[in-house]
C-alpha cells in the first residue's frame, strides 16, 4: 500500500526560530502533497497544496511567507515555519496523492506536533 | 468553496450498538466522500470512502450511504467494539476540480463503553 511518512513526529522550539516538516511518500511517487494543521478537538484545515515542479497554493488566511512550502521531488515536501511564534503550536499533518486529481486516495501521514514555547 | 457539516460532535454508544454519523456538503462536483478515523496524536486513518456513482458501500461492520439529491452522506458502525472508540471524520473532494481539495467536517468524537 501506500506509505507517507512525516518527521519529525514532534519537534519543541524557541519562540522566533524556524522549524522544518518533512514528508515523504516512501512507496510511491506523489504528484501532489496538501498540508493540513489541526488545533486540540478541532477538525484538519487544509493550509495549502503542494505541486512537485511549482509553488505552492495556499489557502485563503495563511501566510505564504510564513509557511513555505517545497515540493522539489516526487517523493518529498518541506513545511517551513519561519519564525515560529507559540500561536503557531499546532499539529501538521501532510498527504501525499499518487498519480493524477482523478485518480485514487490521499494518504495521511502519522503528524508532527509542533510546540513554539 | 466546498463547506462539510458533520454531526453529531460526540456520540457516546454501548458496546455492540450501532453508531451513525452523518455529514452534508455544499458542492455539487464533490464526487469522492472518504471517512477517515483518527486516534490521539496520529494522522487520520481512512476507512471506507464511496464515490458517487455508488449509493451505498459496505465493508464488514462499517457502511456507507450517500445521497447526491440531498448532498449528504453517512457512516455506519454496526456491533460496536471499544476499540472503534475515537474521532471520526467525513470529507468531501471533487477529484477533478479545484485541484481536487479535500475538505474535512468537523469531526465526531465517538465513545463505546463496554
Known amino acids: 500500500g501506500a506509505v507517507v511518512s512525516q518527521h519529525p513526529s514532534w519537534v519543541i522550539c524557541k519562540s522566533g526560530t524556524s522549524v522544518k516538516i518533512e514528508c515523504r511518500s516512501l512507496d510511491f511517487q506523489a504528484t501532489t502533497m496538501f498540508w493540513y494543521r489541526q488545533f486540540p478537538k478541532q477538525s484538519l484545515m487544509l493550509m495549502a497544496t503542494s505541486n512537485e515542479g511549482s509553488k505552492a497554493t495556499y489557502e485563503q488566511g495563511v501566510e505564504k511567507d510564513k509557511f513555505l512550502i517545497n515540493h522539489a521531488s516526487l517523493t518529498l515536501s518541506t513545511l517551513t515555519v519561519t519564525s515560529a511564534h507559540p500561536e503557531d503550536s499546532s499539529f501538521y499533518i501532510c498527504s501525499a496523492q499518487k498519480g493524477q486529481a482523478g485518480a485514487n486516495v490521499l494518504t495521511f501521514g502519522a503528524g508532527s506536533r509542533l510546540t513554539v514555547l | 468553496g466546498e463547506n462539510v457539516e458533520q454531526h453529531p460532535s460526540t456520540l457516546s454508544v454501548q458496546e455492540g450498538d450501532s453508531a451513525v454519523i452523518k455529514c452534508t456538503y455544499s458542492?455539487?462536483?464533490?464526487?469522492?466522500f472518504p471517512w477517515y478515523k483518527q486516534e490521539l496524536g496520529k494522522g487520520p486513518q481512512l476507512i471506507i470512502d464511496i464515490r458517487s456513482n455508488v449509493g451505498e458501500k459496505k465493508d464488514q461492520r462499517i457502511a456507507v450511504t450517500l445521497n447526491k439529491t440531498a448532498k449528504h452522506f453517512s457512516l455506519h458502525i454496526t456491533e460496536t467494539q471499544p476499540e472503534d472508540s475515537a474521532v471520526y471524520f467525513c470529507?468531501?473532494?471533487?477529484?477533478?476540480?479545484?485541484?481536487?481539495?479535500?475538505?474535512f467536517g468537523q469531526g465526531t468524537e465517538l465513545s463505546v463503553k463496554p
Open positions: 458542492d455539487s462536483a464533490s464526487n469522492y
Open positions: 470529507a468531501a473532494r471533487a477529484l477533478y476540480n479545484q485541484g481536487g481539495k479535500l475538505i
